[in-house]
């Protein structure tokens, strides 16, 4: 068990790579265009994370960076976000765990899985609205998955560094 200042310290260099990874997305990715869409690195965050953290921290992660992004960012509904990032980290966890090691192929799977998540979340809320063109919507979903998959190659290396430097007992 790690002394509970060697764990405050984690997740607060895990909270300033975030800070980063967001501060990528305003100032590079919202100004990358394709058929009117833009990459939307937001969901790959928990799903990264929790691949190396695991099933009990990465749904915690999730949850922090949900409410974070629903203070932030516009959403189907209040609460979207910390709806799906949790859910988003849950099935990473399960994926890095039970199936595929952690590593750049596991990456790209659990991210991907994020982006189905937060569209399918999208998708149901579209939905129980009374409105939505499901097959639009889904080639959105596409669209943006295809953006920010790329993106998966600046993330993993960021939480993996920080998962093994800051992620060792002493």
């Known amino acids: 068990m790690l002394p509970k200042s060697y764990t405050v310290f984690k997740w607060l260099v895990y909270a300033l790579a975030t800070l980063l990874l967001f501060s990528l997305q305003s100032l590079l990715l919202n100004h990358i265009r394709v058929l009117n869409l833009l990459p939307f690195l937001y969901p790959v965050l928990p799903a990264v994370a929790a691949m ?38 849950i099935v990473s966890a399960y994926i890095a765990e039970n199936f595929i090691s952690p590593n750049f192929l596991c990456a790209l799977v659990v991210s991907a899985c994020g982006l189905l998540v937060t569209a399918g979340f999208r998708m149901l809320a579209e939905i129980l609205s009374g409105g939505g063109d499901l097959p639009l919507m889904a080639r959105t979903a596409a669209i943006e998955a295809a953006l920010t998959m790329p993106f998966v190659l600046l993330v993993m290396p960021v939480y993996r560094g920080i998962h093994r430097r800051c992620g060792t007992d002493y």
């Open 52 to 89: 190396y953290e695991g099933p009990r921290r990465g749904p915690v992660f999730g949850l922090c960076l949900g409410v974070v992004c629903d203070l932030l960012l516009p959403a189907p509904f209040s609460g979207f976000f910390t709806l799906a990032f949790p859910v988003t980290a």
